[in-house]
């Protein structure tokens, strides 16, 4: 395919993001280059290839834009003026965003500087002497490979370029499917297993091969009526996921929310995963943005909280309730676990500080917590902290119990800041002395149970084999066997699955390409009647498209913007 000629293709993205991003790195001059060792210059190579990972996955950019945009998560004006931000947030979950939404545009700049890195690895990579290099250059093609999927996912493009000082080529449809499909098969052999979930493994290819095949029918058209599934596709998905599950490297844990623990890094669950060790990027976000702003999980930090940021909506909780009818969600091990006893024991009103641990999953009706004081936390007589029913101390409303109701949408009331059932599935790292950094968990992108649910729907799409869907899905659900495991479903199809990847994967930033996959996208749910089939995908970031006015016809905005 022809290329167009462009400016090269860092300058290029730099025009195509907004001002306000800081694009300065860190460049080495000739002096200090020449004193490392070719190990030390590949690593500095690879490293910038991940660097903006954590950034991409974001509460505000790739969460908000998987999640708040589905009928999982709604994010309203807390009490009349908090999360405000002009209305974007109102604007994703009502799918009434257009190419000016902050959110994305914040996902889309970190995007394409990551594929800009990745090109500039590539050029780089095969003329250092290193033997790890070699490695170093199959990952840098393979993570090009993940960023145009999420492109591909979230904006319907793909850039293509092997040299920084050449043109790019955008590619839309089957033609960026099969380029991701040859990248990924093209590094697969020459990637180690060993590197940890922080790094592109072969398992990981894997994986993403098997997610590209089963979103591949929507990829080659995202607005068609109903998309191709075809036994090809399928075969694939099966294929790649077999590998993975008989490899015998990886294992369901028994746990549900080990696996988005603090110390998850060596959690044999994970695939690939964000690796926020060693506070490389300052955030533990994911633990704190749907938690009251009165709800301080660590007794040594006084000043580290939650937010009131987006909660479930009734409609996705209702999916639990009914599923699990007469009983309460509850006996799901996935759904919630109780760390304070005073939920259910209210003599419980003493801790210690040091092993204090708050609920985890979601969290419904009154909270209980820590009660602080202007010094800090109340103590009981013999020096241990007291655990209470929490008010709204922080938000001056002392009157106002933190009571999370299944009630919230847009209206005032349920606008106000106890509204909605939160989530709290990873943990609020225990060195985050803020609550907004310090993140410890690794970000889970892949991880086991996703691969026995995609091998599953596979099975259901090709030749509608509802034993062997059935028989997946009932093997992870009787491994989370540390409490009590949910009980075993007794038949399986596509609804049912669909509903049981919302209650396995909630909050992990793949509801929205389930939704669309599983035809469930254009759905009415709380705050949400827009049926537009073109909210499919993002618009391109208006910055964008100004930025690349002078390229006749080359950047063109998605339909519908």
Same mark, same amino acid.
């Given at each position: 395919?022809? @290329?167009?000629?462009?400016?090269?293709?860092?300058?290029?993205?730099?025009?195509?993001?907004?001002?306000?991003?800081?694009?300065?790195?860190?460049? &080495?001059?000739?002096?200090?280059?020449?004193? &490392?060792? /070719?190990?030390?210059?590949?690593?500095?190579?690879?490293?910038?290839?991940?660097?903006?990972?954590?950034?991409?996955?974001?509460?505000?950019?790739?969460?908000?834009?998987?999640?708040?945009?589905?009928?999982?998560?709604?994010?309203?004006?807390?009490?009349?003026?908090?999360?405000?931000?002009?209305?974007?947030?109102?604007?994703?979950?009502?799918?009434?965003?257009?190419?000016?939404?902050?959110?994305?545009?914040?996902?889309?700049?970190?995007?394409?500087?990551?594929?800009?890195? #990745?090109?500039?690895?590539?050029?780089?990579?095969?003329?250092? #002497?290193?033997?790890?290099?070699? =490695?170093?250059?199959?990952?840098?093609?393979?993570?090009?490979?993940?960023?145009?999927?999420?492109?591909?996912?979230?904006?319907?493009?793909?850039?293509?370029?092997?040299?920084?000082?050449?043109?790019?080529?955008?590619?839309?449809?089957?033609?960026?499917?099969?380029?991701?499909?040859? $990248?990924?098969?093209?590094?697969?052999?020459?990637?180690?297993?060993?590197?940890?979930?922080?790094?592109?493994?072969?398992?990981?290819?894997?994986?993403?091969?098997?997610?590209?095949?089963?979103?591949?029918?929507?990829?080659?058209?995202?607005?068609?009526?109903?998309?191709?599934?075809?036994?090809? +596709?399928?075969?694939?998905?099966?294929?790649?996921?077999?590998?993975?599950?008989?490899?015998?490297?990886?294992?369901?844990?028994?746990?549900?929310?080990?696996?988005?623990?603090?110390?998850?890094? #060596?959690?044999?669950?994970?695939?690939?995963?964000?690796?926020?060790?060693?506070?490389?990027?300052?955030?533990?976000?994911?633990?704190?943005?749907?938690?009251?702003?009165?709800?301080?999980?660590?007794?040594?930090? /006084?000043?580290?909280?939650?937010?009131?940021?987006?909660?479930? #909506?009734?409609?996705?909780?209702?999916?639990?309730?009914?599923?699990?009818?007469? $009983?309460?969600?509850?006996? +799901?091990?996935?759904?919630?676990?109780?760390?304070?006893?005073?939920?259910?024991? /209210?003599?419980?009103?003493?801790?210690?500080?040091?092993?204090? $641990?708050?609920?985890?999953?979601?969290? *419904?009706?009154?909270?209980?917590?820590?009660?602080?004081?202007?010094?800090?936390?109340?103590?009981?007589?013999?020096?241990?902290? &007291?655990?209470?029913?929490?008010?709204?101390?922080?938000?001056?409303?002392?009157?106002?119990?933190?009571?999370?109701?299944?009630?919230?949408?847009?209206? /005032?009331?349920?606008?106000?800041?106890?509204?909605?059932?939160?989530?709290?599935?990873?943990?609020?790292?225990?060195?985050?002395?803020?609550?907004?950094?310090?993140?410890?968990?690794?970000?889970?992108?892949?991880?086991?149970?996703?691969?026995?649910?995609?091998?599953?729907?596979?099975?259901?799409?090709?030749?509608?084999?509802?034993?062997?869907?059935?028989? +997946?899905?009932?093997?992870? *659900?009787?491994?989370?066997?540390?409490?009590?495991?949910?009980?075993?479903?007794?038949?399986?199809?596509?609804?049912?699955?669909?509903?049981?990847?919302?209650?396995?994967?909630?909050? $992990?930033?793949?509801?929205?390409?389930?939704?669309?996959?599983?035809?469930?996208? =254009?759905?009415?749910?709380?705050?949400?009647?827009?049926?537009?089939?073109? @909210?499919?995908?993002?618009?391109?970031?208006?910055?964008?498209?100004?930025?690349?006015?002078?390229?006749?016809?080359?950047?063109?905005?998605?339909?519908?913007?």
């Amino acid at each position: 395919m022809k @290329k167009t000629n462009l400016y090269i293709f860092s300058f290029l993205f730099v025009m195509l993001i907004s001002s306000c991003t800081n694009l300065e790195e860190i460049i &080495l001059d000739e002096t200090s280059a020449g004193n &490392l060792t /070719p190990r030390q210059a590949a690593d500095g190579l690879i490293a910038p290839v991940y660097a903006l990972l954590p950034t991409i996955f974001q509460h505000t950019t790739y969460f908000a834009l998987q999640e708040i945009t589905t009928d999982e998560a709604i994010l309203p004006y807390r009490g009349g003026t908090d999360w405000g931000d002009n209305g974007i947030y109102i604007a994703l979950h009502r799918q009434t965003f257009d190419p000016n939404n902050a959110n994305v545009r914040n996902t889309w700049n970190p995007l394409l500087q990551s594929v800009s890195r #990745t090109v500039t690895a590539l050029q780089a990579l095969p003329l250092n #002497t290193d033997p790890i290099a070699k =490695e170093y250059l199959a990952e840098a093609r393979g993570m090009r490979a993940y960023f145009s999927l999420l492109t591909l996912d979230l904006y319907g493009l793909v850039f293509v370029k092997d040299n920084p000082d050449a043109g790019s080529q955008i590619l839309r449809g089957d033609a960026a499917v099969k380029f991701i499909e040859k $990248e990924l098969l093209d590094v697969e052999p020459l990637l180690g297993t060993t590197a940890g979930p922080g790094r592109l493994t072969k398992g990981a290819v894997w994986g993403l091969l098997a997610r590209l095949y089963l979103n591949a029918p929507v990829y080659r058209d995202i607005y068609a009526s109903s998309f191709n599934f075809t036994a090809s +596709d399928m075969d694939n998905v099966i294929k790649y996921c077999d590998k993975i599950i008989a490899s015998g490297q990886y294992a369901l844990a028994s746990e549900y929310f080990s696996i988005f623990d603090d110390n998850n890094n #060596t959690n044999k669950e994970l695939i690939f995963a964000i690796d926020q060790r060693g506070d490389l990027n300052g955030h533990n976000r994911m633990a704190y943005f749907s938690l009251s702003g009165d709800m301080f999980p660590l007794a040594a930090f /006084p000043n580290a909280n939650g937010t009131d940021g987006p909660a479930i #909506t009734s409609d996705f909780y209702q999916t639990w309730a009914k599923a699990y009818a007469p $009983e309460d969600p509850s006996v +799901d091990p996935r759904f919630h676990k109780q760390n304070v006893g005073r939920y259910t024991n /209210p003599a419980d009103t003493c801790v210690d500080g040091a092993t204090y $641990e708050i609920n985890r999953g979601i969290q *419904r009706g009154q909270q209980y917590g820590l009660q602080r004081n202007v010094s800090g936390f109340t103590r009981c007589a013999g020096g241990k902290f &007291l655990v209470g029913p929490l008010v709204h101390l922080t938000r001056n409303k002392f009157n106002l119990p933190v009571n999370h109701t299944e009630k919230v949408d847009f209206t /005032p009331q349920g606008s106000d800041y106890p509204s909605g059932y939160r989530v709290e599935k990873y943990q609020f790292s225990r060195i985050s002395d803020s609550g907004r950094n310090k993140g410890q968990a690794d970000i889970v992108i892949l991880r086991l149970a996703d691969i026995y649910l995609m091998r599953a729907e596979a099975k259901l799409r090709k030749s509608n084999d509802a034993a062997g869907a059935l028989a +997946d899905v009932n093997f992870v *659900r009787s491994s989370r066997t540390a409490r009590k495991a949910p009980p075993a479903l007794t038949s399986m199809n596509l609804d049912l699955l669909f509903r049981e990847r919302g209650f396995e994967f909630y909050w $992990e930033m793949l509801r929205r390409t389930d939704m669309i996959r599983f035809g469930k996208y =254009e759905g009415i749910w709380t705050e949400k009647t827009n049926t537009d089939k073109n @909210k499919r995908i993002f618009p391109i970031p208006q910055t964008a498209i100004d930025g690349a006015s002078n390229l006749k016809d080359y950047l063109k905005q998605n339909a519908g913007y």
